[in-house]
Every structure is written in structure tokens, then in C-alpha cells.
């Protein structure tokens, strides 16, 4: 045989039918926080010194405490976004992964051709819920999507569940 005749290699990786990469979307950026932060702190700031000159010196402490709240919320949320949700098809597996925001990795594979995609409607919101159905298991999936992105989500994994299913695409040559 020829290197042109020559078998692909097994070892070489299946073709995608479909990749996502699905973050949380956040719309304040580090600058906005850092602005909105040092104009509660001033409002804040001056609404404390009001009281504290009419003589009702612990609301201060108060106020002090809801500028800590509100960075200590606004944190949480920043942590949050580093969350990621990995969607991957090919002919022979669907593979989701999620990463937390330590960094910490969960995996799960499953067969394409057993896998089922179950929808949760709601007749005025749309897509509320998106799960991967195999065996009598449920993975919920995409919940940092609104319902519109949602549905394009789903059409979109519909579509490639259904070419995982019929199949790899083989070019004859002549």
C-alpha cells in the first residue's frame, strides 16, 4: 500500500459536530465596579456624616456596613463568572464540563445515539430549563442562559445530536 491508501490513524480525535463554551454573562466590568463602589462609598460617606453631626453617631457604623455589603455581594458575583460549562459532540460521544471557579473540573460523557434533550417550557418566559437525559439520568444544562439563548442553545445541540445519530459522513473517491 501507498501512504495515500493508508487507513487514518484510530489514535487521531473524531471530528466536532458541536462545541460550546457557555460562561455567565456579567454586564459590569472591573471599572464600572470600581466607579459604582467610590460613589456609594462618597454618598455613603456623606449621608454618615449628616448623622454624625446631628448627634446619631452609630448610623455611621451603619452605612460603613452596607458599603461592605454591597462590595462583599458585587465579590461574590465576580467569583461566580468564572464559571464555565464545556458542550462537545462527536459521532461517538457527547462530553460536558464544567469548571467551578477554583478551578475545580467535572466531567461527564455520554453516548450521543442514548442521550435525550428535555425541554422545560414555560408558556410566557420560554426556555426555563435544558437537561440531558441517558439511562434514567438528568443533566441540567446551559442555566447561566436567559430562555432566547436558551432555545437557540437547544436548536443548536438538537441539530448535532441528530447528525451524531446518523452517523459519520464518509467522501467516496474515485
Excluded at 460617606?45 to 448627634?55: D, H
Excluded at 458542550?87 to 477554583?102: G, M, Q
Aim: net charge positive; hydrophobic share 45%; glycine share 6%.
Amino acid at each position: 500500500m501507498t501512504a495515500g491508501n493508508d487507513f487514518d490513524d484510530p489514535l487521531a480525535p473524531e471530528p466536532e459536530l458541536f462545541s460550546a463554551c457557555l460562561v455567565p454573562h456579567r454586564s459590569l466590568s472591573r471599572k464600572g465596579f470600581t466607579v459604582l463602589m467610590a460613589v456609594i462609598s462618597v454618598v455613603n460617606f456623606a449621608a454618615g456624616m449628616i448623622f454624625l453631626f446631628k448627634g446619631a453617631w452609630p448610623v455611621l457604623g451603619f452605612f460603613l456596613l452596607d458599603v461592605l455589603a454591597i462590595y462583599w455581594a458585587f465579590r461574590i458575583n465576580f467569583r461566580d463568572a468564572r464559571t464555565t460549562e464545556e458542550i462537545s459532540i462527536t459521532a461517538s460521544e457527547l462530553r460536558v464540563r464544567r469548571t467551578d471557579y477554583r478551578g475545580a473540573a467535572t466531567e461527564w460523557v455520554f453516548n450521543p445515539l442514548w442521550v435525550r434533550l428535555d425541554r422545560t417550557v414555560h408558556q410566557e418566559y420560554g426556555i426555563e430549563r435544558l437537561c440531558l437525559v441517558s439511562r434514567g439520568r438528568s443533566l441540567a444544562i446551559a442555566q447561566c442562559l436567559g430562555p432566547d439563548e436558551k432555545s437557540s442553545f437547544a436548536s443548536a445541540l438538537a441539530n448535532a445530536l441528530q447528525a451524531a445519530r446518523r452517523g459519520p459522513v464518509y467522501h467516496h473517491m474515485i
